[in-house]
């Protein structure tokens, strides 16, 4: 089959953000113990953190990293992590059924994010706390010194402040397992009183107000409308959430998933502007997307299997996706949806980083390896530059389930007026067959250098484990050919691919 791609510089999107490919570090299985820090390890420096876990995560191109949660912020005391180890409290984390034993805290992680060229972005626990502790850990964070917190953190080895710019007003508080969930009402005014607060200490601060957790919650849209009519000028993003995983074998609408993540953008998007129109306001709220991935909830739910509340673990292994070269086109497709809305979406975190539903999984005194999903993320970070261009694409279309009729054929480009370079991120969702993509290229002037790599296998589930780390890797696409004014290219079934135009 073939499909048709035009690209022309002249439509463009908008900037593509360096945020846009952040992540997410939360305290949750093995992400953060035996994961970026596991004293005694081998490539362990004198703090503890891994090198080889930093090595991968520069490789990765990971720019903002939400911290410290997650559900596991609605019951975190931050204070309980920063200070002498030694005095620092055990504490039950009743998110994830495991022991917290705060080793980890928010001076060790800002010290880690500066080996890995990230930006902090901290969330507070809107959940059991409230305005006075938001109040605390941002004086302790960033206010320079002479404060009661400010001086605790130089007393604690950390002159400096961490310079934390953007603050996620809670976690997923319209989730009934978030601890101390509350109405859309009730959130709304602890948000705004919260980022109201916090702005008396930093005005310019970038402030995102929950979203729904995703939106097959009853109460999206609503939710999203009730809190920013209350925290619209106080607040500078809203945050969207979407996990995704194939039910009862339905391929076909798992790898259209990047439909339904497009779908929930413009609704979020609808809604915002509807409140900014309203309000007759000038600003307008972008979305920060600080949670997306693929995640099989539905086959790993081993929270429930920890019960004993006497004996919860410390760095359980939980979450521990095994991601499939099918779980990696689909999560192209994701980036693909991210890129495409870079005008509003504006910053995103992959959930999560290391271990937890991640892209890089580590052993215990053993290596770390990348998963499939590591190549659409490195690329795209890499290889997304300066603007994202609105493209014209004719593809044939296919039934799904979940989403009606939706194009084989998914694709976004980005345009790097500096150097030049234009970058096409392209996916083949089709299951059974490949198809010949002509694109063309006119309005870019002469190519005189192309290249191609592409993700996928024979077979679809082939996945990266410990014991085979390298089995699925992107391989050059012998197929591309440049012609006069075009380029084609085939694209193998269930399949992601970049092309690159100099
Ligand atoms: O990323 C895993 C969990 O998913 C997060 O803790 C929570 O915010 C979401 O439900």
Sequence with gaps: IRAHLTIDPHFTIGPVNRRLFGSFVEHLGRCVYDGIYEPGHESAGEDGFRADVIELVRELGVSTIRYPGGNFVSGYRWEDGVGPRDARPRRLDLAWHSTETNEIGLDEFATWIRKVDGELMYAVNLGTRGVLEALDVLEYANHPSGTEWSDRRVANGHPEPHGIRMWCLGNEMDGPWQLGHSTAEEYAQLAAKTASAMRQIDPDLELVVCGSSGAQMATFGDWERTVLAQTYDDVDFISCHAYYEPKGGDYGSFLASGVNMDRFIDAVVATADHVKAVRRSDKTINISFDEWNVWYQSRYNDVDKITDVADWPVAPRLLEDSYSVLDAVVFGSLMISLVRHADRVTAASLAQLVNVIAPIMTEPGGPAWRQTTFYPFSLTSRLA??????????????????????????????????????????????????????????????????????????DIHAANTLSEPERVVPKGNPSLQVGDGTVSITLPAVSWTVLTLD
Excluded: C, H, M
């Design 385 to 458: 530059r300066g603007t994202a261009l609105e493209l014209k694409l004719d593809s044939p279309v296919y039934d799904t389930e979940l989403y009606g009729e939706v194009p084989v054929v998914d694709a976004v480009a980005t345009r790097d007026e500096s150097g030049g370079r234009t970058t096409v991120f392209v996916v083949n969702r089709s299951l059974t067959e490949e198809v010949s993509l002509d694109i063309d290229v006119r309005a870019l002037g002469r190519i005189a250098a192309a290249s191609a790599q592409s993700l996928f296998d024979d």
